[in-house]
C-alpha cells in the first residue's frame, strides 16, 4: 500500500485547509486511517482516526470543533478538513493506515498504523 498525503500550504490563522491521503496498492488490507502531525523539535502526534466503515471518529482534543476527518471508500481517500485554523497547528502532517478493527484508544497510537504518506506542510501564520 502507498499512502500520498497533499493538500498542505502556508495559511493565515482562522483559515481552512483540506488535505487528502489517496492509497494505492492493496487498498482492501486497509481498515483504520489517520493523521498524524509532527512540529519542529517535537513529538510525531496523534491527530484523527476514522474506522474503515466511517462511522467511528476520534480526536485530539486541541483539534475538536475544529477538524474533520471523513473518507471516501470507493476512492480509497481520506481526508482531513482543517478549519479555524491557529498558529499552533503548524506542522507537517501525516496520513497512516493499517489493518486494525477500530480500538477507540490503540487507534490514537503509532504502532498499528503499518503504511506512512509522506507528509505535507501547513504552516499557519499569525
Known amino acids: 500500500v502507498q499512502l500520498q498525503a497533499s493538500g498542505g500550504g502556508l495559511v493565515q490563522a482562522g483559515g481552512s485547509l483540506r488535505l487528502s491521503c489517496a492509497a494505492s496498492g492493496r487498498t482492501f488490507d486497509i481498515a483504520t486511517m489517520a493523521w498524524f502531525r509532527q512540529a519542529p523539535g517535537k513529538e510525531r502526534e496523534f491527530v484523527a482516526a476514522i474506522s474503515r466503515s466511517g462511522d467511528s471518529t476520534t480526536y485530539l482534543d486541541s483539534v475538536k470543533g475544529r477538524f474533520t476527518v471523513s473518507r471516501d471508500n470507493a476512492k480509497s481517500t481520506a481526508y482531513l478538513q482543517m478549519n479555524s485554523l491557529k498558529p499552533e497547528d503548524t506542522a507537517v502532517y501525516y496520513c497512516?493506515?493499517?489493518?486494525?478493527?477500530?480500538?477507540?484508544?490503540?487507534?490514537?497510537?503509532?504502532?498499528?498504523?503499518?503504511?506512512w504518506g509522506q507528509g505535507t506542510q501547513v504552516t499557519v501564520s499569525s
Open positions: 497512516a493506515a493499517g489493518g486494525l478493527t477500530w480500538h477507540r484508544v490503540l487507534v490514537t497510537t503509532r504502532g498499528p498504523y503499518m503504511y
